[in-house]
């Protein structure tokens, strides 16, 4: 019977995707190399472990919204799930590399999203949990259970999902907002001949003393 081993080599940003995706390259080996591997059906539960860094003083300040205050991290700091993903491994023997694609998002109401860009640099902990199904030859064609124990961690450069959101997404960000506050700054962009959305919430912010950018 298969007994699979699954590592991370490394991750790469997918370019020209219709969103944003990140590609981890998945080996998958197995400790019996002669036994020849059908397929694998493996699905990928990614989860964030951020008790596994350190974070500067201005990276708190971008997680309050998060976690609190720095002093209730203790309570507060907790392992959260990322994604889920899955992928079919082709046929093969001994070991083989295959991508995981990972849908990303840069929408600010989504914790993943708010937890990456509230880091400047380093690496992000995670955690990726398997399951599935194998299907393999014995002395006949057989299927079995990936063990629920496999997982394996790595540390995900910050500097690779910055690189992809600003290849996406150059020099902006997405913003959910409700239908009523939509209508209610498109009423305010039309009545004040402002011509895009950008200089809309600008102005609005300028009426209410926020700074803006420079």
């Not at 969103?19 to 990928?44: C, D, G, M, W, Y």
């Not at 392992?79 to 070991?95: D, K, Y």
């Not at 998002?105 to 380093?122: C, E, I, P, R, S």
């Not at 540390?155 to 239908?179: F, G, I, T």
Request: glycine letters at 4%; a negative charge; one cysteine or more.
């Amino acid at each position: 019977m298969p007994d699979l081993q699954v590592t991370v080599e490394g991750v790469e940003v997918v370019p020209f995707a219709a969103a944003p995706l990140l590609a981890f390259k998945l080996r998958v080996s197995n400790s019996s190399q002669q036994e020849l591997i059908h397929a694998v059906t493996l699905r990928v539960q990614i989860q964030i472990e951020a008790l596994r860094r350190q974070y500067t003083r201005e990276e708190q300040e971008h997680l309050s919204e998060l976690y609190g205050e720095p002093s209730r991290w203790g309570q507060t700091l907790r392992t959260m799930l990322w994604t889920h993903a899955s992928v079919v491994v082709p046929r093969f023997t001994s070991s083989t590399v295959v991508d995981l694609h990972v849908p990303c998002t840069f929408d600010f109401n989504v914790a993943a999203t708010k937890y990456f860009h509230g880091l400047d640099a380093g690496e992000i902990p995670l955690c990726l949990q398997f399951s599935g199904m194998v299907f393999y030859q014995g002395d006949a064609f057989q299927v079995a259970p990936i063990s629920w124990d496999k997982e394996t961690q790595y540390r995900l450069p910050v500097q690779v999902w910055k690189k992809l959101m600003n290849d996406y997404y150059p020099n902006s960000v997405l913003l959910a907002l409700h239908r009523d506050t939509f209508a209610h700054l498109q009423q305010f962009k039309t009545r004040e001949g402002i011509g895009t959305w950008d200089e809309a919430v600008e102005r609005a912010l300028t009426l209410t003393g926020e700074p803006v950018r420079s």
